[in-house]
């Protein structure tokens, strides 16, 4: 029993080794004194991270991968939280078909979703860059609107909202009143998780940008085939940091116990 548990504590720890070792390499590299990207770093320098906010295109992509982001999750909330009320509270024939479809955006392979969007809206129909950016931002975003919230539902006790029908209110206004105030959380950590989705987002947006017109992860591609500095390191590390605290906040909202009910 000993051994078979000292077994399983090493390949734990090769597991943990495998997904933080190039975590923990990319910070150390991030403080690289040199010009070249160098493990081990021969020295310590903070250089790098004063230099992201010196390169231009880092800050004007910033801002449009923060612009779309918001814009489409917004979207993705007047769309997605409906959606799932509908899925949680109503039977109805081919409800199972519904919800595969808005569900579909995380089955499909990116390349081919970032494919196809960049064949029909921006191709056929001749859709503006921002616009085809917002469409394909609320497309990927709005399964995890609906899926997070859903959740939340399934643990929402809708005899409360039958009582409040009860005493006289409406529809519209049970729903303002009774249902979103006691799924704000969920909602709160559905906001997070999209965005995350939306702005850390490689295969949708590499499709959707055009000339002067690109996201943040798609210039830091196009940087490394320019230069091999550290900047991309350091950039990595503080979007890291950014990841580690929403993840924590969602954990404090929700509980990762919701994820897993559903």
């Keep these: 029993m000993q051994e078979k548990n000292r077994v399983l504590g090493l390949f734990t720890l090769l597991v943990f080794?495998?997904?933080?070792?190039p975590l923990i390499i990319i910070s150390l590299t991030s403080f690289e004194p040199g010009n070249v990207l160098k493990f081990p770093p021969e020295g310590f320098s903070i250089?790098?991270?004063?230099?992201?906010?010196?390169?231009?295109?880092f800050l004007e992509t910033f801002k449009i991968s923060i612009l779309v982001s918001f814009a489409g999750n917004l979207m993705a909330l007047i769309l997605g939280i409906p959606a799932a009320y509908a899925l949680s509270r109503a039977d109805f024939k081919g409800k199972d078909i519904i919800n595969a479809i808005f569900i579909s955006p995380i089955l499909i392979p990116g390349i081919v979703l970032g494919f196809t969007l960049l064949r029909y809206i921006i191709v056929i129909y001749q859709v503006p860059v921002y616009l085809g950016l917002f469409v394909g931002h609320t497309i990927i975003m709005l399964p995890f609107i609906i899926?997070?919230?859903?959740?939340?539902?399934?643990?929402?006790?809708f005899s409360i909202e039958e009582a409040a029908l009860s005493l006289g209110a409406g529809r519209l206004e049970t729903f303002f009143k009774v249902v979103l105030p006691n799924i704000k959380t969920g909602i709160i950590a559905a906001v997070i998780i999209a965005f995350l989705e939306s702005f850390n987002?490689?295969?949708?947006?590499?499709f959707m940008t055009g000339p002067g017109i690109s996201t943040l992860p798609i210039q830091m591609l196009t940087y490394v085939q320019y230069y091999f500095d550290p900047t991309i390191a350091s950039i990595s590390v503080l979007l890291m940091i950014l990841t580690a605290i929403l993840m924590l906040l969602i954990e404090?909202?929700?509980?990762?116990?919701?994820?897993?009910?559903?």
């Design 17 to 21: 080794i495998f997904l933080l070792g």
């Design 47 to 57: 250089r790098w991270y004063i230099n992201i906010f010196e390169v231009q295109m």
């Design 147 to 157: 899926r997070v919230i859903s959740s939340s539902l399934s643990n929402f006790d």
């Design 201 to 206: 987002n490689v295969d949708i947006s590499v």
């Design 252 to 262: 404090r909202l929700l509980g990762i116990s919701y994820f897993t009910k559903r």
